[in-house]
């Protein structure tokens, strides 16, 4: 808990840099233009790409498959919109790692070493009905 509270801390502070080098460097207005114009962007590739995650989902629900692949893109997607939607440009960034396809695959091993990881823990259960 307390990294994770450091880490968040220290992307504020970066954050904060970023908007006065970017703000000095083009301008306050265009500044904050940019940052909405990201935001935007955002919010509408990640409703595109997580409208067809979740029919992903729907599909190999449907033709009986496990849908692990589909559920943590589904999640990496929700996330990076997430992060697409708050404004700044590091959480830009690492938000349209996680929406792009092509970037998102490069996740996918670290995820389900950590789930595994977990798992073998006994911190995560599944439940199968």
């Avoid at 929700?78 to 590091?90: D, M, S, T, W």
Wanted: no cysteine; glycine share 10%.
């Amino acid at each position: 808990m307390k990294k994770l509270l450091i880490g968040l801390l220290a992307l504020v502070f970066a954050e904060i840099a970023l908007f006065i080098v970017v703000g000095n460097a083009i301008g306050v207005f265009y500044t904050l233009l940019l940052i909405v114009f990201t935001s935007v962007a955002g919010v509408l590739i990640a409703k595109k790409r997580g409208t067809k995650s979740v029919q992903d989902i729907q599909k190999s629900l449907a033709e009986g498959q496990p849908p692990g692949i589909p559920m943590i893109e589904t999640f990496m997607i929700f996330i990076g919109g997430i992060l697409l939607a708050l404004p700044g440009f590091l959480t830009d960034l690492i938000g349209l790692l996680f929406v792009l396809g092509i970037t998102r695959n490069l996740f996918k091993p670290l995820i389900f070493y950590v789930l595994r990881k977990k798992m073998k823990n006994g911190q995560v259960v599944i439940l199968q009905r």
